[in-house]
């Protein structure tokens, strides 16, 4: 299975997963010609060959490109029907999949276990992903890591986990007191430590791939996330480039090519 994320913040989301037969994409904020253009020459994956668009949740970062793509190209959209009932574009939607996403699908060859995410939208999902040998679990916007949560991403071999914000440069920053809370809430996103903390665990249970991803721009670098991910591992003797490989997901452009 072969994993990239596209784009990563609240500017936009997109995820490529590719098992070599079938193409998903979790999320679509960009627009059809930046996804193009990020696609271009990427596993060999053309726009036309996409099976479906898997959606976490509503929210415009995550669903601003979705309706557009979908139509034009006929793909299936796989969103949580609460998600739906507040998604700002359903009523020009027009090729949703008819699946229960409270229980795991198939697309193709690769196999989907979604699981809830606590997070101030109508609903929010994670994905665990499979095909057959490799399991991949992506998990963004979400206010903490609840045991359920961390039960569908240990034994993966690669994760994408939120590491939203630097909890100091969120509490004394520029958003209002109302924004802070929000973000900082169970209900919000994750900070840098707490996603750190997931991640011991994560590698003691035999994850050595890890992408940050959901970076504020405001409230964290990609070096913060970075330093305290790999600082709060090697406090546990795990050592960055030898027992996993760490990467940052990036607004701007994609990440390598995760090959598992
Ligand atoms: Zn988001
Ligand atoms: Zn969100």
């Not at 979400?142 to 590491?163: D, F, P, Q, R």
């Not at 990609?222 to 990467?247: H, N, V």
Request: aromatic share 6%.
């Amino acid at each position: 299975m072969k994993v990239c994320n596209l784009a990563s913040g609240s500017r936009g989301n997109a995820t490529l997963i590719s098992s070599g037969k079938t193409n998903v994409l979790v999320d679509n904020g960009l627009s059809t010609r930046e996804l193009n253009k990020r696609l271009d020459g990427l596993l060999n994956v053309d726009i036309k060959n996409i099976a479906g668009i898997i959606i976490t949740h509503e929210h415009s970062d995550h669903t601003k490109g979705l309706t557009k793509l979908s139509n034009q190209y006929h793909i299936p959209v796989y969103m949580h029907w609460q998600s739906v009932n507040n998604f700002w574009d359903r009523e020009e939607l027009k090729n949703l999949a008819e699946v229960d996403m409270d229980m795991p699908f198939e697309i193709g060859d690769i196999a989907i276990e979604p699981f809830r995410l606590p997070h101030d939208s109508a609903y929010n999902l994670g994905y665990k992903m499979s095909d057959g040998k490799n399991n991949f679990a992506l998990a963004t916007d979400l206010g903490w890591v609840s045991e359920n949560t961390l039960s569908k991403l240990v034994g993966c071999e690669a994760v994408m986990l939120e590491s939203n914000h630097d909890v100091k440069m969120l509490k004394y920053g520029s958003y209002p007191a109302y924004l802070k809370a929000r973000i900082a809430s169970n209900n919000g996103h994750l900070s840098n430590d707490e996603c750190a903390k997931t991640l011991v665990k994560l590698v003691r249970s035999g994850t050595s791939r890890v992408v940050l991803a959901h970076l504020s721009q405001d409230n964290n670098t990609p070096e913060l996330a970075f330093e305290c991910a790999k600082q709060t591992l090697e406090e546990s003797g795990i050592i960055e480039g030898k027992d996993l490989d760490l990467e940052v997901a990036s607004q701007f452009h994609p990440t390598k090519v995760i090959e598992i």
